[in-house]
């Protein structure tokens, strides 16, 4: 139980396109969603928190507008890259945790997705 | 604020021990504790609550200090599956973000 998924597993995109990826709860209610970035050899650094049917907050330093975050549903929440740059190519990796169960205290990761910005 | 990892690095021959820290500077209600392989996400090995608890995993075990704010992390008779960097990520509340230490690289040579 409690898996999520990632989709695309990686995409390659011209600069200054918009990339969409989704991150789904398969098996439980995800209440609230979590987006990670990590560089080459780097830690995993939290852009934003979701909650479902609520804006996202995101940490000091991510520009909201470049990264849309939607979580409409209790099982997918969408990060968009608008107007993607070489610099955003990175490893996106999301997260959720739910209401009950191990999902109340644990938090569940995608497998990720690796964007490539050309 | 992001936990603090010690040692950075550590290179293991099969069947050495090794010993990961994590510290945190705030007060915690939980540690968790991955492991990520080159290219792959992080995979679980465990979370410890608040209430001083230590757990085990196989060879792999971990302790938690609330008091010092400091979780530790043990790896016994070290396989060479155990080699990748390990993150312990730390929560100051039950519904709070789970932020990441800066990692530990475990190499296990044979």
């Known amino acids: 139980g409690a898996v999520v998924s990632q989709h695309p597993s990686w995409v390659i995109c011209k600069s200054g396109t918009s990339v969409k990826i989704e991150c789904r709860s398969l098996d439980f209610q995800a209440t609230t969603m979590f987006w990670y970035r990590q560089f080459p050899k780097q830690s995993l650094m939290l852009m934003a928190t979701?909650?479902?049917?609520?804006?996202?907050?995101?940490e000091q330093g991510v520009e909201k507008d470049k990264f849309l975050i939607n979580h409409a549903s209790l099982t997918l929440s969408t990060l968009t890259v608008t107007s993607a740059h070489p610099e955003d190519s990175s490893f996106y990796i999301c997260?959720?945790?739910?209401?009950?169960?191990?999902?109340?205290?644990?938090?569940?990761f995608g497998p990720g997705t690796r964007l490539t910005v050309l | 604020q992001q936990p603090v990892q010690s040692p950075q690095a550590v290179i293991l021959r099969e069947g050495e021990d090794a010993v990961i820290n994590c510290s945190s500077s705030?007060?915690?209600?939980?540690v968790h504790w991955y492991r990520q392989k080159h290219g792959e996400a992080p995979v679980f090995l465990m979370i410890l609550l608040k209430g001083g608890e230590q757990k085990g995993h196989e060879k792999i075990s971990a302790s938690f200090n609330e008091k010092k704010q400091q979780s530790s992390l043990y790896l016994t008779a070290s396989q060479l599956s155990y080699s990748g960097t390990y993150f312990c990520g730390v929560k100051g509340s039950q519904g709070g973000k789970l932020i990441f230490g800066q990692g530990t690289e475990l190499s296990v040579k044979p």
């Open positions: 705030k007060a915690l209600y939980s």
């Open positions: 979701s909650n479902e049917g609520s804006k996202a907050t995101y």
């Open positions: 997260s959720a945790t739910g209401t009950s169960g191990r999902s109340y205290n644990e938090q569940f």
